[in-house]
């Protein structure tokens, strides 16, 4: 079973920063993207940042500039620096990933896993 956990959120003023982490884990055989979404109280879920295999990484107009996404495939860890943070960024984030897992000596056909998100309060 594959499990992804977030680590790293919490409070801080606006203007600081946080560095969220997301370590999949499970039997893995391979990861294809990987990414964070938002979720703020009365809000839809949006995505943040994401990052595919080769590295490439797409972001939300309102966080381009202020937020980096990077990947340690080593690790099977996704990050998400965030500078500059702002209240409006107060949310629960959650890591996704797209993955494929084994399944005795077959691997599965590629699902998407979630984390249990992580919160993130931006006080002003």
């Known amino acids: 079973q594959v499990q992804l956990v977030e680590s790293g959120g919490g409070l801080v003023q606006a203007g600081g920063s946080l560095r969220l982490s997301c370590v999949v884990s499970?039997?893995?055989?391979?990861?294809?993207?990987m990414g964070w979404y938002r979720q703020a109280p009365g809000k839809q879920r949006e995505l943040v940042a994401a990052?595919?295999?080769?590295?490439?990484?797409n972001y939300a107009d309102s966080v381009k500039g202020r937020f980096t996404i990077s990947r340690d495939n080593a690790k099977n860890t996704v990050y998400l620096q965030m500078i500059s943070l702002k209240p409006e960024d107060t949310a629960v984030y959650y890591c996704?990933?797209?993955?494929?897992?084994?399944?005795?000596?077959?691997?599965?056909?590629?699902?998407?896993?979630w984390g249990q998100g992580t919160q993130v309060t931006v006080s002003s």
């Open positions: 996704n990933a797209e993955a494929r897992e084994w399944a005795g000596w077959t691997p599965l056909s590629a699902a998407e896993y």
């Open positions: 499970g039997s893995i055989f391979s990861i294809n993207s």
């Open positions: 990052i595919n295999s080769g590295g490439s990484t």
